[in-house]
């Protein structure tokens, strides 16, 4: 199944909290419990963010007992605030309800036609991720050759995604290619989507997989052990790449080592009229970090930072791999400049 699908007027989706125990699905009703399903972090990554927010603005509509259509818009509105409200860094959220907003307040059917459109509007959004995806697949594979080792980090896979997944697209299309490649993938603390949930994706699909902790990014790369980075994005702005926090630290490293180090996201993940300090970075609870899993780890009162995304400024990126293709720097700036 795809990670996120709209059924009856209800949205189920996989709790990625509970991974890789156990798949554990989750049945959403209305628009808070999808809210507070992104609060907890059962859904996260950026474009499957845009996905829930969309059908969480569905299930809104589909529920509506609005009679005209300016009520209807005033709850669409209202969900809206809540939605935006969860994670302020993944622009895929914002995009994805303002998009639905925009074209619901220009709408001119009735009210049912309304809710209707909502309904279909967030079906299309999910759908042109999971293609958009397929083809950041196609296009970022041709970068890829036999013996390619590719580091990634953070889970921006078919969990993080409607379905197939950005940077793991890519890797999966290269693997389906009969490519013979590996993959290092990062832990990814404080919340260790790597060893969670990139590590237990790539092993389902047979792509051979080496689990390291964050600090070792070094010395794999001094040690010649990898020969690529992909990573995802949380947020593409004028100047840089917003992504998991340790990000930064690999893009460095990897420019220090002449290692490649691409990014692949869709476009509804570009916010180019933004630059990295127009951007807030979620910064998380303490606990985060003070703790690994219920168990404490660090003496009481400690003062903490757990700012969860960085900033990795273009100069670092080696290619952005979209839907449209790959963007190396000058196909970039040139891509900002049509805008
Ligand atoms: O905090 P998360 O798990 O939502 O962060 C996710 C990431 O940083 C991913 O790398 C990014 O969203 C790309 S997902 C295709």
């Not at 389902?204 to 794999?220: A, E």
């Amino acid at each position: 199944m795809r990670t996120i699908e709209w059924r009856d007027g209800t949205v189920v989706t996989i709790d990625q909290t509970r991974l890789p125990h156990e798949t554990v699905f989750l049945k959403m009703r209305n628009c808070r419990e999808v809210a507070e399903a992104i609060k907890t972090m059962k859904i996260r990554g950026a474009p499957l963010l845009g996905a829930a927010a969309a059908f969480a603005l569905a299930l809104v509509a589909y529920h509506s007992k609005a009679e005209r259509k300016g009520e209807l818009l005033g709850e669409l509105g209202s969900a809206a605030e809540i939605l935006k409200s969860t994670r302020p860094t993944a622009v895929n959220l914002f995009w994805a309800i303002d998009r639905i907003l925009d074209k619901a307040r220009s709408f001119s059917g009735n009210t049912r036609d309304l809710a209707a459109f909502v309904v279909e509007e967030a079906q299309r959004i999910a759908d042109e991720d999971a293609a958009a995806n397929r083809l950041i697949g196609r296009h970022g594979a041709e970068l890829i050759h036999d013996g390619d080792v590719i580091l990634t980090h953070c889970n921006a896979g078919a969990l993080a995604t409607v379905e197939y997944g950005t940077a793991l697209g890519v890797i999966r299309a290269a693997w389906e290619q009969g490519k013979k490649i590996k993959v290092v993938a990062t832990e990814t603390r404080p919340k260790l989507q790597g060893a969670m949930l990139t590590a237990y994706e790539l092993k389902r699909d047979g792509i051979p997989v080496t689990l390291i902790t964050d600090s070792m990014v070094g010395y794999v790369m001094y040690k010649r052990l990898v020969s690529k980075v992909i990573v995802g994005a949380d947020r593409i702005v004028r100047d840089a790449v917003i992504n998991k926090i340790g990000t930064y630290t690999i893009a460095v490293l990897a420019k220090q080592h002449n290692i490649p180090f691409y990014v692949a996201a869709p476009k509804s993940t570009f916010d180019l009229t933004r630059s990295s300090e127009d951007v807030a970075i979620e910064e998380r609870r303490p606990e985060e970090v003070t703790h690994i899993g219920p168990q404490r780890i660090a003496p009481k009162g400690v003062d903490v930072l757990n700012p969860a995304f960085d900033i990795t400024p273009l100069e670092y990126v080696t290619a952005i791999i979209c839907e449209d293709g790959v963007l190396h720097g000058e196909d970039f700036v040139k891509f900002k400049a049509n805008l």
